[in-house]
């Protein structure tokens, strides 16, 4: 098939470098895109956070626990979603890096002929579950389960609806235009958190709940159209230019992801359907750990995976010594990024449970939230090395991993919950994470020939020893904070948390992460003077 290359156009703007080294360049670019990244997905987890004081308050505690549960449902669709996204935007930096044009027409002309496809799967799966759902989670009180049906029917029609802006999604991220997804996200989360917290608190019932979600979803795709056309792309997106080996190419690219995302499913996917099953009544305080956790996973997610463009440009070279400089690089920043997060987190756990849903959750969530924490910061310790490999397409060989800790966990959750209840399904996730680390390192590491690495020296330098390091800070702050007074905790935990990057700054990055890091900060530093000259 044959199109005119006038239909299509990209005008490519280059990166303007500092003289003498671009590095700096790189490290502010990849800064600038973690923020929006982290403003995108925070801001859902924001609403995440500032809900749950409400809804402990005006739901009783079986309502709750299957609103969490239908949000579980529903955020089975918008992992897989999320993926997709990411896979565009892979093939669109390697595109734009490639300066292949017309490629670049034919894979989101493409692409959209499957999200399309996703949509109608999708709308068929959301009516046979809200169908089913009664049977299949038998322990939902009667007088709760017709209004949780047609909550899910809604919830899982607006995510259909939404699935095609994928591809508008995964172009923009692709070109790391950030802001762009982040505004739309943010515009769409608020939106429904407001209605939603408007709903529950005149006690309209979960249907209307779920309405206020499905009008934020649709926000969020009037804004990607308004931006979509702002920018003029429109000639980019025409079912003449889906080609079916384009299809082909991106479907078996994108076979392994999902094989991967159902592992990752089946680590934290399955937690709370699971206690749902088992041990019911636990599933509120449950959902209210699994948040606890993701105080942790969402800043460090959103900013190690702006990881993906960057690393799919530099794969083009095929340069296995680059990558793997990047891969230790990367995995230091992250992983002290993890021990910066974690400590005052971790110390300040029992008084922001406390303020946040009040001491009957805190007293049942505080041991979850804790076993939750510690199995998140193994399993993202290895983050950085998922991010890169999957941009230099090679994420097939990490499988082995992903799906032994995703089988872990499950097993472990199913056979603990029965003895000791939702308690197990914690304790399942961290044997599931510290299996899938060990398997990265015995298999994963070896097989992925496109980075070049000493896994010797990826354990120490970049993972062991930030974490060696917390670890005195930790149990010091621990002795202190058994004293209970707010005030104390959270003077202690900021200052231990500075000691802890005084400490990185001097042992852990070299003198030239430092400056470039100096480079970082002063970047930013000038743009409140640009604004004000301005």
């Not at 930096?93 to 692409?111: N, P, T, V």
């Not at 599931?432 to 020296?457: E, M, N």
């Amino acid at each position: 098939m044959q199109h005119s290359s006038s239909a299509i156009r990209i005008v490519r703007v280059p990166e303007r470098q500092e003289a003498g080294n671009t590095k700096p360049n790189v490290l502010v670019r990849l800064s600038q895109n973690a923020i929006f990244n982290l403003f995108r997905t925070g801001s859902g987890w924001i609403v995440v956070v500032f809900l749950p004081p409400l809804f402990v308050r005006v739901l009783d505690k079986p309502t709750y626990g299957v609103w969490l549960l239908l949000l579980q449902l529903a955020a089975y669709i918008t992992v897989v979603d999320s993926g997709i996204q990411v896979a565009i935007a892979r093939f669109v930096a390697r595109a734009i890096e490639l300066e292949d044009h017309k490629y670049l027409a034919r894979l989101l002309s493409s692409s959209g002929v499957i999200m399309v496809a996703a949509s109608l799967l999708t709308l068929l799966s959301s009516v046979l579950v809200a169908w089913q759902l009664p049977h299949v989670f038998s322990k939902i009180p009667d007088t709760i389960a017709p209004a949780a049906r047609q909550a899910l029917l809604i919830i899982g029609t607006s995510i259909a609806l939404t699935l095609p802006f994928s591809v508008v999604a995964g172009f923009f991220v692709g070109l790391q235009r950030y802001e762009i997804p982040a505004l739309a996200t943010t515009a769409g989360k608020y939106v429904g958190a407001l209605g939603i917290a408007w709903a529950a608190y005149h006690h309209q019932g979960l249907a209307i709940m779920a309405v206020w979600v499905a009008l934020g979803n649709i926000v969020q795709c009037l804004v990607y159209i308004w931006f979509w056309r702002r920018a003029d792309k429109h000639n980019l997106l025409h079912h003449s230019y889906a080609e079916r080996a384009v299809i082909h190419e991106f479907l078996f690219f994108c076979s392994v992801m999902f094989v991967s995302q159902f592992s990752s499913i089946l680590v934290t996917g399955m937690d709370l359907p699971i206690v749902a099953a088992f041990d019911f009544q636990s599933s509120g305080y449950y959902g209210i750990a699994a948040t606890v956790s993701n105080l942790l996973i969402v800043p460090h997610s959103a900013i190690v995976s702006t990881l993906i463009p960057v690393a799919a440009g530099y794969s083009t070279a095929n340069d296995p010594q680059r990558l793997g400089q990047v891969l230790l690089k990367t995995t230091r920043f992250a992983t002290a990024l993890l021990c910066l997060i974690l400590l005052p987190l971790m110390l300040t756990m029992p008084l922001l449970l406390r303020l946040w849903v009040g001491s009957d959750y805190a007293t049942h969530v505080l041991a979850y939230g804790q076993i939750l924490i510690i199995a998140q910061f193994i399993r993202l310790t290895m983050l950085p090395y998922a991010m890169i490999g999957y941009a230099a397409g090679q994420q097939q060989r990490m499988l082995v991993s992903a799906v032994a800790e995703g089988s872990v966990n499950l097993l472990s959750s199913l056979v603990l919950v029965r003895l000791i209840g939702a308690g197990g399904v914690a304790l399942g996730t961290l044997a599931g994470a510290i299996v899938g680390v060990w398997l990265h390192f015995c298999i994963s590491l070896p097989r992925t020939d496109c980075i070049q690495i000493s896994r010797k020296r990826l354990l120490w330098d970049s993972i062991g020893k930030p974490a060696v390091l917390t670890l005195p800070f930790f149990a010091c702050a621990v002795l202190v904070t058994k004293v209970h007074v707010p005030l104390i905790e959270i003077l202690l935990a900021f200052m231990v948390d500075v000691a802890l990057f005084c400490l990185f700054w001097n042992l852990i990055f070299d003198s030239e992460e430092r400056r470039q890091l100096m480079g970082v900060l002063r970047h930013f530093a000038r743009i409140p003077t640009k604004l004000q000259m301005g």
